[in-house]
């Protein structure tokens, strides 16, 4: 178990990377929609990717901050029901595959596009 200032400290950590990537994301999000010139269909992908990646940054990572906190502090008053922790747990790794396909995709759609470039 951990002290309540090592909760404290990791909980606060855990909420500034979440934030930073949620706004990072967010701010990508806007560029796109107000840059006329990225509105392509190459581009579809990565607007997803970044969709995606936000909901990691805000979603999953909050469901991970439960978790940890839950299981390594003592000071959390909050506790959550079984059923609670498999939603928390479904929902951390099913962004988190979101984005890890949707990256994937992207990737293979590069190389589609260098080594076929007249099919692409």
Do not use: Q
């Amino acid at each position: 178990m951990l002290s309540s200032p090592e909760c404290i400290t990791w909980f606060a950590t855990f909420l500034t990377v979440s934030v930073a990537v949620v706004t990072v994301n967010l701010l990508s999000i806007i560029i796109f929609i107000k840059n006329r010139t990225l509105h392509s269909r190459s581009m579809y992908l990565v607007i997803n990717l970044t969709v995606a990646d936000m909901l990691v940054g805000g979603i999953s990572s909050n469901c991970s901050n439960i978790l940890f906190l839950r299981m390594g502090c003592k000071i959390l008053s909050v506790r959550l029901t079984w059923k609670g922790d498999n939603t928390v747990s479904f929902v951390f790794y099913w962004f988190l595959l979101t984005s890890l396909t949707n990256i994937t995709v992207i990737s293979l759609d590069r190389m589609h596009a260098t080594f076929r470039p007249f099919w692409h």
